[in-house]
DNA sequence: GGAAGAAATGAATAATGGTTCACTAGTTAC
DNA sequence: GTAACTAGTGAACCATTATTCATTTCTTCC
């Protein structure tokens, strides 16, 4: 047996696969997932075309992995704040808004997972995200119900309202471009516009005028 | 001067366009923009495909066309309801209701409005449409603080949440899936769906339980 | 019928961009 | 050093589609 995979090979290896998925966010976080060619991918992490399907089977399954990469970030992030203290409305608002202060930090990252249109496999990750996404939310509007923090709703569309209020007045076609959301972000100036979503999400949910 | 075009040539010139029209809207209504193919259009209109650029410049230009006839009709119901009778907050409801029931009617179709990638001239009648939407909303939304009917907020973070919500909960990646919300549609069973949705709009917009 | 022109045709072309594969270079173990 | 094998390469390939344009067919008017 004149070879045998050893550590340094893999460590190369591990390394390159690394760089690839490094360029390719990079890629994706300047314009999507339509703006990251293989090639350019390729050029980027300093190997050839061909190389990038010695660590990944096709284009699809590299978007599928970076895509999960990224959500598993996101939903761990809002099942940590649904997950602190205090009643359900409050833990909502809080994981609400994290989601929207994020979301407009990274406007480009934000609309690929969000909107962007994938390709299935990747599309099927996004289906994923969201299910785990709106799992939790809906759990958490039940226990506002349970505890009566909350008024009676359907749970699942309360859901779908919630994200997609944010979704569009953040990364919507006519959301502060992504300049000016950058300025945005880096100013603190955000915090009037996350206000007035947050302020509309929680008067939908609760039905209480703030 | 042997050849001047007449009344017979202009019918059937205006005829091919109609079908031409016709057909991409069809292509639209089973599967977006995405599902329209110069070649099949042709096929569909029974014509050859290089006369579909003697009716068209481009493709662009023919899915601008039928993006923007789609799009004036559904700003005109807009506008309708939201210039019948009663206060802001109920001529609000009436629109933001019958837009949500449209669709939900047509599904693929509101989904290729509001959501699905196209082109940059495409991109630019949907952005035109928007804004109309928009300023629409916006100024219903004046008009209710005006009259005291709705709470100080900002009209235009409002307006996109309103859209937002519903686009998400009818046409995003959770929503019903096209089958069901036909079947939805058909059966009148739409109502609880709809219900759910206008009822976290209104009291994100109102703050007041319903 | 025929001259002048317009309309229609559709095969060929072009652009895009993912994927392959014959080949080269490198690595391991003896 | 060399046999056995793997990793890496990148130009060629292929698939998909919009668009063009030389050619054919149809209209009009005399």
């Not at 284009?59 to 704040?81: G, H, N, P, S, Y």
């Not at 209020?165 to 955000?190: M, Y």
Request: proline share 4%; hydrophobic share 40%; glycine share 6%.
């Amino acid at each position: 047996m004149p070879y045998r995979e050893t550590e340094k090979m893999r460590n190369r290896k591990a390394q390159a696969r690394r760089r690839i998925i490094e360029c390719t966010q990079q890629c994706i976080a300047e314009g999507g997932f339509r703006n990251a060619r293989v090639t350019s991918i390729a050029e980027g992490s300093g190997v050839a075309t061909g190389t990038i399907y010695r660590h990944f089977e096709s284009k699809e399954d590299l978007f599928a992995e970076i895509f999960r990469i990224a959500t598993q970030i996101e939903v761990d992030k809002v099942a940590e704040a649904l997950a602190s203290e205090g009643n359900a409305v409050l833990r909502l608002e809080r994981a609400l808004r994290q989601f929207a202060v994020r979301a407009l930090r990274s406007p480009t990252v934000a609309w690929a997972l969000i909107a962007e249109p994938v390709d299935p496999k990747v599309e099927e990750e996004r289906l994923k995200f969201r299910r785990a996404y709106a799992e939790l939310l809906e759990s958490a509007i039940e226990q506002g119900m349970a505890e009566g923090s909350l008024p009676q709703q359907q749970a699942s569309r309360s859901s779908a309202c919630l994200v997609g209020a944010i979704a569009e007045s953040l990364v919507g076609p006519l959301s502060p471009s992504v300049a000016n959301a950058q300025s945005l972000a880096s100013n603190n100036d955000s915090q009037p516009l996350v206000d007035s979503i947050i302020c509309f999400c929680m008067q939908g949910l609760t039905g209480n005028r703030r």
